[in-house]
């Protein structure tokens, strides 16, 4: 489909040539996916990118996978999946105001935490003992997406996902900018679920943290925003002030010692590494007897591909599963279903 001798996609490939800064990554120029494909109409390849990790499995699981806050009941708390629309959104508000890629940025936001375990953080320390070679989720994001899912991505958007984490460097800005929408995304919100848990009181935090970035969540993710753009503004990084980045770092170290480390979102840590360790065990003995030839690197892999990708209800349920005596009658009786079918007229 042609309008006026040019599909859309090369419509908005010119609209990026024009519009977008020097610095950006245009999708025309993409380095590419491994295994070549015919262009798209309608989409560029970061657009298909995007499109590609939103319709993935991975994704749609994260919305079962723990943030900080181990299954709460509460429907309002983060979970791993509104964590990384909260990031997207981040992301493409700083890349749109320095004139960068908004798809590319949007993509490797959606991605960067697809190798996120079940519980969290504490889920991943676990799979780092467990696994010879350690666990890192993104390195498991980049696997997902290239062999598990094999989504065929561009070299882009995975060198994107696999460098948004601190000790690492991605090649593109639009990297960049995931990477630091990342840290705004969870510190802000970390804060808003915490006090919502009553494990701290909006006045615990440093007075100086609230006067420099203000004691609501809008204001103080504005703050952020508005010294980024400013300061990496037709830049070839993306950076904040010295003093908002020493603000950052001290209101960040405050939610480790006071929140991450050290509180009752702590309690059932031990508890839900032990699930994983043993499932992880369970299943590697399973898979040596089922397959006898196979080398234990390769049974231990297998299943930390499979557990690590579980949701927080569904390794519970594996783990009631494979441990726990069922009882003689399992029935569901359902009663607030037919409470619900009587109160609507149903017959």
Same mark, same amino acid.
């Given at each position: 489909?042609?309008?006026?001798?040019? =599909?859309?996609?090369?419509?908005?490939?010119? +609209?990026?040539?024009?519009?977008?800064?020097?610095?950006?990554?245009?999708?025309?120029?993409?380095?590419?996916?491994?295994? !070549?494909?015919?262009?798209?109409?309608?989409?560029?390849? !970061?657009?298909?990118?995007?499109?590609?990790?939103?319709?993935?499995?991975?994704?749609?699981?994260?919305?079962?996978?723990?943030?900080?806050?181990?299954?709460?009941?509460?429907?309002?708390?983060?979970?791993?999946?509104?964590?990384?629309?909260?990031?997207? +959104?981040?992301?493409?508000?700083?890349?749109?105001?320095?004139?960068?890629?908004?798809?590319?940025?949007?993509?490797?936001?959606?991605?960067?935490?697809?190798?996120?375990?079940?519980?969290?953080?504490?889920?991943?320390?676990?799979?780092?003992?467990?696994?010879?070679?350690?666990?890192?989720?993104?390195?498991?994001?980049?696997?997902?997406?290239?062999?598990?899912?094999?989504? &065929?991505? =561009?070299?882009?958007?995975?060198?994107?996902?696999?460098?948004?984490?601190?000790?690492?460097?991605?090649?593109?800005?639009?990297?960049?900018?995931?990477?630091?929408?990342?840290?705004?995304?969870?510190?802000?919100?970390?804060?808003?679920?915490?006090?919502?848990?009553?494990?701290?009181?909006?006045?615990?935090?440093?007075?100086?943290?609230?006067?420099?970035?203000?004691?609501?969540?809008?204001?103080?993710?504005?703050?952020?925003?508005?010294?980024?753009?400013?300061?990496?503004?037709?830049?070839?990084?993306?950076?904040?002030?010295?003093?908002? !980045?020493?603000?950052?770092?001290?209101?960040?170290?405050?939610?480790?010692?006071?929140?991450? &480390?050290?509180?009752?979102?702590?309690?059932?840590?031990?508890?839900?590494?032990?699930?994983?360790?043993?499932?992880?065990?369970?299943?590697?003995?399973?898979?040596?007897?089922?397959?006898?030839?196979?080398?234990?690197?390769?049974?231990?892999?297998?299943?930390?591909?499979?557990?690590?990708?579980?949701?927080?209800?569904?390794?519970?349920?594996?783990?009631?599963?494979?441990?726990?005596?069922?009882?003689?009658?399992?029935?569901?009786?359902?009663?607030?279903?037919?409470?619900?079918?009587?109160?609507?007229?149903?017959?």
């Amino acid at each position: 489909m042609k309008i006026d001798g040019k =599909t859309v996609r090369e419509r908005i490939e010119e +609209q990026e040539r024009l519009n977008l800064s020097a610095l950006a990554s245009k999708s025309c120029c993409t380095k590419g996916r491994k295994r !070549f494909e015919e262009p798209c109409e309608l989409r560029t390849e !970061f657009q298909r990118d995007r499109d590609r990790i939103l319709h993935s499995k991975a994704f749609r699981r994260l919305k079962h996978k723990t943030q900080v806050f181990f299954s709460p009941y509460d429907d309002h708390f983060r979970t791993r999946m509104t964590h990384t629309l909260e990031v997207s +959104q981040i992301a493409r508000t700083i890349s749109r105001a320095l004139n960068l890629n908004e798809d590319l940025t949007e993509a490797i936001a959606l991605g960067h935490d697809l190798g996120h375990t079940p519980f969290g953080h504490s889920g991943e320390r676990v799979l780092n003992e467990l696994m010879p070679a350690g666990y890192k989720h993104n390195v498991q994001s980049v696997r997902i997406v290239t062999f598990i899912e094999d989504l &065929n991505l =561009t070299q882009e958007t995975i060198d994107g996902i696999l460098n948004h984490s601190y000790d690492y460097n991605p090649s593109t800005l639009e990297g960049k900018v995931v990477r630091i929408a990342d840290k705004i995304a969870y510190i802000n919100h970390d804060i808003q679920d915490a006090i919502r848990a009553g494990i701290i009181k909006i006045e615990d935090i440093p007075k100086e943290s609230i006067e420099y970035f203000s004691s609501q969540n809008r204001i103080r993710i504005t703050k952020f925003l508005n010294d980024i753009v400013e300061n990496s503004y037709g830049k070839d990084t993306i950076l904040m002030s010295d003093e908002c !980045f020493k603000q950052f770092i001290k209101l960040r170290e405050w939610m480790f010692d006071n929140v991450y &480390n050290n509180s009752p979102a702590k309690q059932a840590e031990d508890k839900a590494q032990n699930v994983i360790k043993m499932l992880f065990e369970y299943y590697c003995e399973e898979l040596k007897r089922i397959y006898p030839s196979s080398s234990e690197k390769d049974v231990m892999q297998t299943v930390c591909d499979y557990v690590s990708g579980m949701t927080d209800r569904y390794v519970l349920i594996k783990f009631e599963e494979n441990f726990l005596p069922e009882p003689l009658i399992q029935k569901n009786h359902d009663e607030f279903l037919y409470k619900l079918a009587e109160m609507n007229g149903l017959k």
